[in-house]
């Protein structure tokens, strides 16, 4: 093991050099540049046998994704915002012809109110893809969720494509300290990609033909069911990670300080950093304040979700997009978790366009919640560190 | 509601023929809808399109399984599609041959109307596009609308897209189609034709949306089943070559939308009419007339 100060992005792009990444397409768009540009370097100096492809688009950069995927070849790419929008079209063939490409998404703020800062508006559109998706909370994160990612995108059980997505700048381009994996140890955690679904001259076979309404069907079911199995293989594969490099991330979701808690937060992102020395400083006045990291947007953690909440009275949920006239999404999606447990559900928007969540907004957010815990009444939504005064 | 399912091949006009029907009933002061089977229409390819007629507004936007008419613009679907599925005890059917209702067996004994539309239609409209006259027909078999107002509704029709001299001839087809059907009861003796088809559950179903060859129905019927789904079966008419003529110029080569068309090593060319629908687009490329089209589905 080897420790290096670093950005998040060098931390994937070394994450992707481990997983001896086959093809790496790619068009730049800050904050992701660093990303394909580290990897560019990491190929030319000899250090990584893979081939990079300057794309004219980023839906160039997903179609050849496809294509070097369905040749039999481990896949990488990394992208943002309006790159990812520009995808769209492509990120659709990805989960249904069953291609394990993994992807990171350096989130940053669709335009218009354009800006290269994070916030979650250009990953979360994509949230009903099939895409596979993890939001990371570190640099340390950032690497080993990559590494992880390739682990399960690859499984028989899920050959889904996995979308690793991390705070543009906050996490892109802050440096922290990353212990990084020696190659013998990856190697042995993640073993040769073995194509499933392959295009092969010597046995010629149709990939993605148009498929009727006999059919389609069957297929968007069974696509559904994989990404719900993918549930299994996501802890399995944390449990794996754990054994090997001895970090645990605790699979879908993660919780902090809950078991007492009568409230908490459920967070996501850099967010969640934030958000557990909050409590911490909750816990120290006596307040039973609690946390829960979503780590995974897709596949959903419904029943992780109900258990976890099971004796929460009031759970605030963060969201860094807005989905307009109704809270943000991680909001809504768990609010319909939530709908056969007690437990009152709040949204919290904070931080869009990049803007800076401190510790005061966390601080608002937790004694919203608190109130709510105890039966006030409080908005279902709200806006922190928003200038006049919410409707 | 009265619910009507037109069964042809793709070029026939089963469409237009559902279309004017309906406008036919909303001439009378019905309420109407005509629509086609969303699917991958191509010339010669089994189609159907449905129509509904009621003195009330029509909600339901379902396709139709059990028609009070059925309308066959093809007889030789018969063999080949289970035409007569759902179709009432009670109902009708309107079938383009030159054979008597007698002679016919669809498979469930009903009141019937024969009419040889591809012969009226070659006379009137000097091609095989037997729609409108097939409608004659079906105004004949049941007192659905008026043949006033089905010649009315071919007119806007067919005058709106192809001009009044087509809307005319049209309108002449559907009266002689009118006054030449024979009424009678078609024989319901044969089981109807078994369609072969793939309907996997959805575990079944391989992983992706790659077929792999070994999943024999799959290949055959299954989404892009052309391995074994010789779509050349659908072809009417069949390009015959002259290599005498042929200057290897490749332009039908180059220009078949089949791609069945293949070169050969002395840049002479060769079909595969596995799949060759008979578009006659190579014999319309040709500059040296190498190649024309001849009647029929022959190889
Ligand atoms: S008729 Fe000619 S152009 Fe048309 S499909 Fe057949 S070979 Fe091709
Ligand atoms: S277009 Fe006519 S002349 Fe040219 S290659 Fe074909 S058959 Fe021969």
């Not at chain 1, 354009?114 to 979650?120: A, F």
């Not at chain 1, 690859?154 to 440096?175: A, K, Q």
Request: aromatic share 8%; hydrophobic share 40%; glycine share 8%.
């Amino acid at each position: 093991m080897k420790v290096m100060v670093i950005s998040a992005d060098h931390a994937v792009a070394y994450a992707a050099k481990l997983a001896r990444t086959e093809v790496v397409p790619s068009f730049p768009i800050t904050p992701q540049t660093l990303i394909v540009e580290q990897l560019a370097e990491f190929i030319n100096d000899g250090e990584l046998d893979a081939d990079f492809i300057p794309a004219d688009s980023e839906h160039s950069v997903m179609s050849m994704a496809v294509g070097a995927s369905a040749g039999g070849v481990r896949v990488f790419t990394a992208t943002s915002s309006q790159g990812l929008a520009l995808m769209h079209e492509m990120l659709y063939a990805v989960p249904q012809s069953r291609l394990p490409i993994v992807m990171a998404n350096v989130n940053r703020s669709l335009g218009a109110a354009s800006g290269i800062w994070v916030e979650y508006n250009d990953s979360m559109a994509e949230r009903d893809s099939g895409w596979l998706q993890v939001y990371v909370e570190d640099n340390q994160e950032a690497l080993d969720a990559t590494l992880m990612a390739f682990r399960l995108a690859e499984d028989r059980r899920v050959l889904l494509p996995v979308m690793v997505c991390l705070d543009g700048f906050i996490l892109s381009h802050t440096v922290e300290r990353v212990d990084l994996p020696e190659q013998e140890e990856v190697d042995r955690f993640l073993p040769k990609f073995v194509p499933y679904n392959m295009l092969d001259p010597s046995d010629p076979k149709l990939m993605n033909p148009i498929v009727p309404p006999e059919y389609a069907m069957e297929m968007r079911y069974q696509l559904d069911r994989a990404v719900e199995h993918s549930r299994e293989v996501i802890a399995e594969v944390d449990e794996l990670f754990a054994r090997e490099f001895g970090r645990s991330y605790g699979g879908l979701i993660d919780t902090y300080r809950l078991e007492d808690a009568e409230y908490a937060m459920l967070t996501l992102g850099t967010a969640t950093g934030l958000a557990r020395q909050v409590v911490d400083e909750l816990r120290s006045e006596g307040k039973k304040a609690g946390l829960i990291k979503l780590r995974f947007m897709r596949p959903f953690p419904f029943k992780e979700l109900c258990a976890a909440c099971r004796d929460l009275k009031a759970l605030g949920v963060f969201d860094r997009s807005a989905s307009f006239n109704g809270g943000g999404p991680v909001y809504t999606e768990v609010a319909a978790a939530l709908c056969n447990v007690p437990t009152t559900v709040t949204g919290h928007v904070a931080g869009i366009g990049g803007r800076d969540i401190t510790p005061e907004h966390m601080r608002e957010m937790y004694d919203i919640v608190e109130k709510a815990s105890r039966g006030e009444k409080v908005r279902p939504v709200t806006w922190h560190g928003l200038r006049g005064d919410m409707e | 509601m009265y619910e009507v399912r037109f069964h042809g091949r793709g070029g026939q006009g089963a469409v237009m023929a559902a279309q004017a029907l309906a406008e036919a009933a909303v001439i009378e002061g019905r309420h109407a809808q005509a629509f086609p089977y969303f699917g991958a229409e191509r010339r010669g390819a089994p189609v159907m399109a449905f129509a509904r007629i009621d003195d009330r507004k029509i909600s339901i936007k379902s396709q139709v399984y059990e028609p009070d008419l059925l309308v066959v613009l093809d007889e030789s679907l018969l063999d080949i599609e289970p035409v007569a599925r759902g179709l009432k005890k009670d109902g009708k059917a309107v079938i383009n041959t030159r054979k008597l209702p007698t002679e016919i067996d669809l498979g469930v004994e009903v009141e019937c109307a024969t009419v040889p539309a591809t012969s009226i239609a070659m006379e009137f409209l000097k091609a095989p596009i037997v729609n409108t006259a097939i409608l004659g027909a079906v105004v004949r078999m049941c007192d659905l609308v008026s043949m006033e107002s089905m010649q009315q509704a071919i007119a806007n029709r067919f005058g709106e897209k192809f001009g009044e001299t087509a809307a005319k001839a049209n309108a002449a087809a559907a009266a002689a189609a009118h006054a030449q059907a024979a009424i009678g009861r078609c024989k319901g003796r044969r089981p109807l034709a078994q369609k072969k088809e793939w309907l996997p559950a959805w575990n079944e179903i391989p992983i992706g949306t790659t077929l792999d060859e070994r999943i024999v129905d799959g290949v055959t019927v299954g989404p892009g089943g052309a391995r074994q789904n010789l779509t050349g079966s659908w072809r009417v008419q069949t390009p015959r070559y002259d290599k005498e003529k042929c200057v290897r110029c490749q332009r039908c080569w180059f220009s078949c939308p089949e791609g069945c068309i293949k070169r050969e090593e002395d840049e002479y060319v060769r079909w595969d009419l596995n799949y060759c629908k008979g578009c006659g687009i190579c014999a319309q490329v040709c500059p040296v007339k190498a190649i024309d089209m001849i009647k029929g589905g022959s190889r």
